[in-house]
């Protein structure tokens, strides 16, 4: 009788241990990302007040963050809010702009797929790291992704494709490279990671050589957990061809960086130039891929990592000094 009560007993705490565990294994639940775009939808074209309901109780913050930070509409909590946020997007456009959105991404369970496999990798490697809860959102051609205490929301109508018709009234052929749908998942870790380890602007940390060093970490880390590589295919969306490019001319570009005595600088346009989509720099009269700064940088931060395997990824994210980095580069 006893050993069968201690064979239960045994039984039930194997069962709680292994219980615990899988609660502990991010990879067993996976992401659910939340359509708060169709609720948007619902509530200002189609006029629904349960849907206006909706995102102001159950999705309190998302509604807030949008309101206050990503349209500037004023306070969430103004009496007319709920009507000046139906009359801002009664606006034509914007109407057929959800309703393109609503067409392409029926389907975003790649995207679950994709960011749960990231999200396992990283939280294999930094165990505490917080998973925000995600959904998607219209932010009217605003920001693409946007991060708010333990919540990430992906702005679906800034990823409908290099020839959506209305990018390119608007914008630049260098600027909608980076709005289509591949790069959903690379821009959701980059963002997540730049606020959960933001850079230090402190006096002596702000050069363009400690920038790079800095953007190359983040667009390192989120290549390796998602392809387990650093080329910047993934992270910065390279072609093969710019790769390829980047690799034949990488110690002719750090010669022009010391040459021109860029590496100590913090001049903000010349890190601008190094850092942004939108401007390209010149090299012996041709232009250079866009993001070269940080490709750049993910190449001594691959370097780095490689020669010091005891470096894990949790150290290098909390890493602020980038001295010793730059001393090995030289």
């Given at each position: 009788?006893y050993?069968?009560?201690?064979i239960?007993?045994s039984?039930?705490?194997?069962?709680a241990?292994?219980s615990?565990?899988q609660?502990?294994d991010f990879s067993?639940?996976?992401?659910?990302?939340?359509?708060y775009?169709r609720?948007?939808?619902e509530a200002?074209?189609q006029n629904?007040f349960?849907?206006?309901?909706r995102?102001?109780t159950?999705?309190?913050?998302e509604?807030?963050l949008?309101i206050?930070?990503?349209?500037?509409l004023?306070?969430?909590?103004?009496v007319d809010?709920n009507?000046?946020l139906?009359?801002?997007?009664s606006?034509?456009?914007?109407v057929?702009?959800m309703?393109d959105?609503?067409?392409?991404?029926k389907d975003?369970?790649?995207?679950e797929?994709?960011?749960?496999q990231?999200f396992?990798n990283?939280?294999?490697?930094?165990h505490?790291?917080p998973?925000p809860?995600?959904y998607?959102?219209i932010s009217?051609l605003?920001?693409?992704?946007?991060?708010?205490?333990s919540?990430?929301?992906i702005?679906?109508?800034?990823?409908?494709?290099?020839?959506y018709p209305?990018?390119?009234k608007?914008?630049?052929?260098?600027?909608?490279r980076s709005?289509?749908?591949?790069?959903?998942?690379?821009?959701?870790?980059t963002?997540?990671l730049l606020g959960?380890?933001?850079?230090?602007?402190?006096e002596?940390h702000?050069?363009?050589?400690?920038?790079l060093?800095y953007r190359?970490?983040?667009?390192w880390v989120v290549?390796?957990i998602?392809e387990?590589?650093?080329?910047?295919?993934t992270a910065?969306g390279y072609?093969?061809e710019?790769i390829?490019?980047?690799?034949?001319?990488e110690k002719e570009l750090?010669?022009e960086?010391r040459q021109?005595?860029?590496?100590?600088?913090?001049?903000?346009?010349?890190?601008r130039?190094?850092v942004?989509s939108n401007?390209?720099?010149?090299?012996?009269?041709?232009?250079?891929?866009?993001f070269?700064?940080i490709?750049?940088g993910?190449?001594?931060?691959?370097?780095y990592m490689?020669?010091?395997?005891?470096m894990?990824l949790?150290?290098?994210l909390?890493c602020t000094d980038?001295?010793?980095?730059?001393k090995?580069?030289?």
């Amino acid at each position: 009788m006893y050993r069968l009560i201690f064979i239960l007993l045994s039984i039930i705490v194997f069962s709680a241990c292994r219980s615990d565990k899988q609660k502990d294994d991010f990879s067993f639940s996976g992401i659910k990302i939340a359509r708060y775009d169709r609720l948007q939808y619902e509530a200002t074209v189609q006029n629904s007040f349960f849907s206006l309901q909706r995102m102001n109780t159950e999705f309190s913050q998302e509604t807030r963050l949008l309101i206050e930070e990503v349209l500037d509409l004023g306070s969430v909590d103004m009496v007319d809010m709920n009507d000046r946020l139906c009359a801002y997007f009664s606006d034509s456009i914007l109407v057929h702009l959800m309703e393109d959105v609503g067409e392409k991404f029926k389907d975003v369970s790649s995207f679950e797929q994709r960011l749960t496999q990231g999200f396992s990798n990283l939280k294999k490697e930094i165990h505490e790291l917080p998973v925000p809860q995600i959904y998607t959102q219209i932010s009217a051609l605003n920001q693409s992704v946007v991060v708010g205490d333990s919540i990430l929301g992906i702005s679906l109508d800034k990823y409908m494709g290099s020839d959506y018709p209305l990018y390119q009234k608007y914008y630049y052929a260098n600027q909608r490279r980076s709005m289509s749908p591949e790069y959903i998942v690379p821009d959701c870790f980059t963002f997540y990671l730049l606020g959960q380890y933001p850079f230090l602007w402190q006096e002596g940390h702000r050069s363009l050589m400690d920038i790079l060093l800095y953007r190359g970490k983040i667009a390192w880390v989120v290549e390796t957990i998602l392809e387990g590589n650093g080329s910047g295919k993934t992270a910065l969306g390279y072609s093969k061809e710019e790769i390829k490019w980047c690799e034949q001319h990488e110690k002719e570009l750090w010669e022009e960086i010391r040459q021109n005595h860029y590496m100590g600088t913090t001049d903000p346009m010349i890190i601008r130039s190094y850092v942004s989509s939108n401007t390209r720099l010149l090299f012996n009269g041709e232009k250079t891929p866009p993001f070269l700064g940080i490709w750049l940088g993910m190449k001594v931060i691959e370097r780095y990592m490689k020669n010091h395997p005891e470096m894990t990824l949790k150290s290098l994210l909390e890493c602020t000094d980038y001295s010793g980095m730059i001393k090995e580069l030289n």
